[in-house]
């Protein structure tokens, strides 16, 4: 089976998402932990992806080939 490639885009809304769940009153104690985890995730994924970028931009540049950000 094939890995689904991660949309940051996605992931910064599916954090605001749960930040939201969060923040409200009424979320019981297993739930939050569920979604805290499932945050953590979500921003170990957007910073995998934001460095591979990083990565990318540092061998173009390297290369001298131009760029623009």
């Known amino acids: 089976m094939a890995k689904k490639k991660f949309d940051i885009d996605q992931g910064f809304h599916q954090l605001d998402e ?6 409200s009153e009424e979320i019981k104690l297993p739930e939050a932990v569920k979604l805290y985890t499932e945050g953590v995730n979500l921003v170990k994924q957007c910073k995998d992806s934001l460095d591979k970028v990083e990565k990318e931009l540092i061998v173009l540049e390297e290369n001298g080939e131009e760029h623009e950000l």
């Open 18 to 23: 749960i930040l939201t769940k969060l923040s």
